[in-house]
């Protein structure tokens, strides 16, 4: 007979938290044996995404929707709202402080981008910083890099892309 630990399959990682700045808004990033650590980290150089953080790159963290557990669960309960920036483009934040928190969009159903930087600081000092926050999976809307400040380039980092991951790569 199977006992209840026996049935669980095991984690590839512990779950990591994160969340908004007040601390109205949290998630929790799960990973299940059938899912990837570290997750795929990705910067992107578009106007959009500036705008919306104030921030010159914006990196994220690509997960499948299904290792993401947010509270409040859905867009428009307690204080996580989220922002339609462009046709099936969604961006969601804190009502209350405005930290945006994920990008989504319905070109990738099964990908939803964490913001990096949303990450608890423990995490973010911890043992898989560097595993989480170097853009090995690409770097997006590179046809926007500003030259001499947003053009980095460094060990382990991934290719440069004209627009989105499905667009021509760039030497």
């Known amino acids: 007979m199977a006992t ?9 990682h512990e779950p990591l938290k994160g969340g908004c700045l007040c601390g109205d808004v949290s998630y929790t990033l799960n990973f299940p044996a059938d899912s990837k650590f570290p997750p795929e980290a990705i910067e992107c150089h578009c106007f959009q995404c500036r705008k919306q953080t104030g921030a010159l790159i914006t990196p ?11 509270q409040p669960e859905s867009p428009g309960q307690g204080r996580h709202l989220a922002y339609e920036s462009s046709p099936g483009v969604l961006r969601g ?3 209350r402080c405005g930290s ?3 990008w989504r969009t319905e070109q990738a159903p099964n990908e939803i981008g ?18 989480l926050t170097v853009p090995s999976g690409g770097r997006f809307w ?5 030259t001499g400040v947003t053009d980095l380039d460094g060990p382990g980092f991934g290719p440069k892309y004209v627009e989105g991951s499905d667009g021509a790569k760039i030497d």
């Open 60 to 70: 994220f963290i690509n997960l499948n929707p299904s290792q993401v557990s947010i």
């Open 100 to 102: 945006t928190l994920y």
């Open 93 to 95: 934040f804190c009502s």
């Open 142 to 146: 590179y046809k926007e890099v500003i």
């Open 114 to 131: 964490i913001l990096t930087g949303t990450l608890d600081p423990e995490v973010l000092r911890g043992p898989d910083a560097r595993a």
């Open 4 to 12: 209840a630990s026996s049935t669980i399959a095991p984690n590839v």
